[in-house]
DNA sequence: CGCTTTATTGAGAGATATCAATACTTGTGG
DNA sequence: CCACAAGTATTGATATCTCTCAATAAAGCG
């Protein structure tokens, strides 16, 4: 791992572009200032680094700034499972705060920058910022919330169900940050999404193959192009926010 | 639902005799004192009662007394899933924080009692509490651990490995509340169960059987005794956390 | 450019789902 | 207290989906 000190101007929680997607969403100046001094330091990994480990002892949780990271759970006989992909953003570590150990292993899927903020500290800032406290709550909440839609799909759902609603779900993350939400490349390999949605590999691969075959999707490689996207939220069983509206970046 | 106001003296989180897995772990009688303030109310729960509704606002989270809950979280298209079972001393409405209302249905699988710790006091006191604070973060924390097990389970586990790291999860549950843990009755139905794990009802009742042949348990309806726990543990493909003994009630 | 990794595609095996029939429980009312 | 009905669980036979094994193709990397 390489550790930075902040020295760029954009280090600065209060400057940086992702605010409306991390932790200090909805703080007035003063109170984020004060998050700035939490958030000192930065990691910048290289693809397939690992920020943390099962078993480290938790000392920060981290937001992903640029990059992608993925979270693996291990069972003691060596199976493993990855449990969750992190966009820029998205908050890490959480599950070590239980035992005060990380649960998880996370691993950069690409070149990738990470805000730590230490656990401790920032303990101490949230009673004091009631704002940050329940920002915090939320942000847990919310990671429950999408554990539990993961295991709803895990199952109840087909393999091709499962699929089309994992691309629908990076999608729809994607235009949150302004991203394209109809062509992306997919960061993680088929190996991977397999292991996500408890599928094999070459399960992943005809079942995308079967979708390109229908016109729902054109991919080449990683590089994915969703063409039908009423196909896809009906393949996956879930209703079409508001006729998706292709957002521009 | 029936409120009832709470005259009766083992009312109070200070004496409650669930402390040690409740919220109040580990706090000063003072704390505690303050928490009782918050828990003023509590709710009694026929077999089939809902706690609350996918989309009620959020008021309070619950608290476990006595008896047995489960969480089921739906899809869209009416398919739905149990997600979880409630033991006493367990938190329930946790998912509702993240959008002010709860995503999930709590039901009771039996009578059951459940304290109500009103949501915006609880996170005023967490504030003052220190300890509160933390305790309630890793409750949140661990909530999301046992969710990345349970997506293990069904990522990678077939269904006899399900059912068995299924019925010693529940053994391991009960004998930390000090019931037995070899032998106790199952508050789920099988369609419950094979909701949870993903598989159907069928499966469930040939795994049980064979469980049975093999004499890895005896079970007659939903009475079940635990044969065999080394069996058992090594079906799971979990270790048998050093050699179970039997805890005596 | 060759080697290693990653992905695709095919054929057959295996686990679980589905459909269907039967048995057991529980609750209700005569 | 028994009979009946409704719900719940077990067991069997077959269908289906996904896995496994295997071969090939494509891409990334030194």
Do not use: W
Request: aromatic share 6%.
């Amino acid at each position: 791992m390489n550790f930075t000190s902040s020295e760029a101007p954009s280090s600065k929680c209060s400057v940086c572009v992702l605010g409306q997607f991390c932790l200090p969403v909805g703080l007035n100046t003063v109170d984020v200032a004060k998050i700035d001094t939490l958030v000192k330091e930065r990691v910048r990994l290289q693809k397939g680094e690992n920020l943390y480990r099962h078993g480290d002892p938790l000392s920060s949780v981290y937001s992903v700034r640029f990059g992608t990271l993925k979270t693996e759970y291990g069972l003691e006989d060596g199976r493993q499972q990855v449990i969750g992909f992190h966009l820029p953003g998205e908050i890490l570590g959480l599950d070590g705060i239980g035992d005060g150990q990380y649960q998880s292993d996370a691993i950069a899927l690409e070149e990738s920058e990470v805000c730590i903020i230490r656990y401790d500290a920032f303990e101490d800032l949230a009673r004091q910022i009631p704002v940050l406290q329940h920002q915090f709550h939320r942000i847990l909440s919310r990671e429950l919330t999408q554990d539990q839609r993961h295991l709803l799909s895990l199952g109840t759902m087909r393999a091709e169900e499962r699929l089309a609603s994992f691309l629908l779900n990076l999608s729809q993350r994607l235009a949150a940050r302004g991203y394209l939400n109809n062509e992306f490349d997919l960061r993680m390999s088929r190996v991977e999404i397999g292991s996500y949605l408890g599928i094999q590999i070459e399960t992943v691969s005809r079942m995308l193959s079967r979708f390109a075959e229908s016109g729902l999707i054109q991919i080449k490689q990683r590089h994915i192009k969703l063409i039908d996207m009423d196909g896809l939220y009906e393949l996956a069983g879930i209703p079409n926010p508001e006729r998706t509206r292709c957002i521009k970046k």
